[in-house]
């Protein structure tokens, strides 16, 4: 079974920093890249950019460039994005997800899912 | 580049339903299908247009022409209440659209 499991619920205070996880198994996590989307309350999903785990690539969309980063860590098939300077803005819940095709053009679709992890922004 | 889906469509239970995502590439490029449900993660329901992954109902079909891909779901039942995204690869980027909540009536 392939899964993306992600961290846990997060709560932060504005100008605070938020790391969130998702750890592959059941498949070989450098074959495939991963997408970050997100899901603001009341909102639709939001894409946020794609990370290529074998190499280390990314691409982070306009809307986000500056204030997040993406990683992996082979060793441990996990894969991180962390956000700087958070604002109301970005309580949202956070998803990874999988290409299901390998590559970032998502022509088939994004197909394995984390659970999501719920950030929350409040002073 | 955008896609364009109607907020909200409404069905009555057992008959079909058609939701719509258009835009200036729909036609140029793949468009992806996604079901939401509250509190869970989105579900792939159809890729390339109108294939269907493993373990998606038959009543779920998609289609693509003439710049407006469709989602379709025949004999739509009380289950299929959800919101639902089509979803594409843009120049660079990956783009969603904007969602559209069916509800089963």
């Known amino acids: 079974q392939v899964y993306l499991v992600q961290s846990g619920p997060e709560l932060k205070k504005p100008g605070a920093s938020v790391k969130v996880s998702c750890q592959a198994s059941?498949?070989?996590?450098?074959?495939?890249?991963i997408h970050w989307v997100r899901q603001a309350p009341g909102h639709g999903l939001e894409w946020m950019g794609w990370?290529?785990?074998?190499?280390?690539?990314?691409y982070i969309t306009q809307d986000f460039q500056g204030r997040v980063t993406m990683r992996s860590d082979t060793s441990l098939s996990s894969l991180y994005l962390e956000m700087d300077s958070l604002t109301s803005a970005d309580s949202a819940t956070y998803f990874c997800?999988?290409?299901?095709?390998?590559?970032?053009?998502?022509?088939?679709?994004?197909?394995?899912w984390g659970q999501g992890t719920t950030v929350i922004i409040s002073s | 580049y955008e896609l364009i889906q109607p907020p909200s469509v409404s069905v009555s239970s057992g008959q079909t339903a058609s939701i719509t995502c258009s835009g200036d590439r729909v036609g140029n490029t793949y468009v992806n299908w996604y079901q939401l449900k509250a509190g869970q993660s989105p579900l792939l329901l159809m890729y390339r247009d109108r294939r269907r992954p493993s373990g998606i109902p038959e009543r779920f079909s998609g289609s693509n022409s003439r710049g407006t891909a469709t989602l379709t779901i025949s004999g739509t039942q009380p289950i299929d209440e959800a919101d639902y995204y089509c979803q594409a690869w843009g120049s660079r980027t990956v783009i969603f659209g904007g969602g559209t909540r069916l509800t089963v009536l």
């Open positions: 997800a999988r290409d299901a095709e390998g590559r970032k053009y998502t022509l088939d679709g994004m197909d394995v």
């Open positions: 990370m290529d785990p074998k190499s280390g690539d990314t």
């Open positions: 059941g498949y070989t996590f450098i074959n495939f890249f």
